[in-house]
């Protein structure tokens, strides 16, 4: 069960409030008017956490929240899903939309996974993987969600690709887009932090405090040549993952960014 959280707060504040509450494992943001609408499980809510950071910006009296039940989610993100393109080659887009004869034509069930490729992270996540060579390549999609990322990996040529969320949900709706779109390379795995194995590619959209702890566990499983691809956090965070990446024998050679949010493409020294 997801619970929809509403915070109203000043357009000055709402950027602050926006990447607290990210880091504090809230997904699924949009603005709406004076608000600011947040999604998250309802087992993964901390109150407490919650409470500290609206204090912090005299929001403490200023939200509200309900339950959202599945089904209501999914008419919501059906009725208002549009088709996102990337670049002159990559369309993502619903069954009921109409195809452009792109060449990368990514086919998404709207339902409660999020990463439909609206979102400036994910669009630049596809943006980087269109940028890069992946014919044969292993590759690992952690925090999966709609497994976009994984379905066009395999359309770009990658062998082999493992990807995993910790939602049931995402796992679901994965299973799904990677039928609807006749992949064959992806296998799809309920974890939270885990997994094994070595890859040439890493591709990790989740958020900053997430990426900072796996960075670690990221670095010993990436093959010589192997690159690291990370977004979920905003670009005023780049120097938290650039002190870290020295300290681990990688370095980044690349730094996207979209609407303050960023993407960094990290490599072996």
């Not at 950027?15 to 993964?44: K, P, T």
């Not at 549009?82 to 195809?99: N, T, Y």
């Not at 989740?206 to 566990?217: A, F, T």
């Not at 499983?221 to 002190?243: C, M």
Request: overall charge negative; some cysteine.
């Amino acid at each position: 069960m997801y619970l929809e959280f509403t915070i109203f707060c000043p357009d000055d504040t709402k950027e602050l409030v926006e990447a607290e509450l990210l880091h504090a494992g809230f997904e699924g943001v949009w603005e709406n008017n004076d608000s600011l609408c947040f999604y998250i499980h309802e087992e993964a809510l901390n109150m407490n956490s919650l409470k500290s950071i609206l204090a912090q910006y005299n929001l403490i009296e200023s939200y509200t929240y309900k339950s959202i039940e599945n089904i209501n989610w999914n008419a919501s993100w059906e009725s208002s899903f549009e088709p996102i393109q990337i670049g002159e080659k990559c369309l993502i887009r619903a069954s009921f939309h109409s195809s452009l004869g792109l060449p990368y034509e990514i086919i998404i069930t709207p339902k409660m996974s999020f990463g439909t490729g609206h979102h400036e992270t994910t669009y630049m996540m596809s943006e980087a993987l269109m940028e890069m060579d992946l014919k044969h390549k292993t590759v690992l999609d952690m925090g999966c969600g709609t497994s976009v990322l994984a379905i066009l990996a395999e359309k770009l040529g990658a062998s082999n690709i493992t990807a995993i969320d910790n939602d049931d949900w995402a796992i679901e709706n994965s299973k799904e887009n990677i039928a609807n779109n006749n992949c064959k390379a992806i296998s799809v795995f309920k974890n939270d932090a885990t997994f094994s194995g070595q890859y040439d590619i890493i591709l990790s959209n989740i958020n900053r405090n997430i990426n900072l702890e796996m960075l670690e566990k990221y670095a010993p499983a990436l093959n010589k040549g192997g690159q690291i691809l990370l977004s979920g956090f905003y670009n005023h965070d780049v120097p938290d993952f650039e002190k870290l990446v020295k300290t681990i024998g990688l370095k980044i050679v690349k730094v996207k960014e979209r609407n303050d949010w960023a993407c960094i493409i990290i490599e072996q020294c």
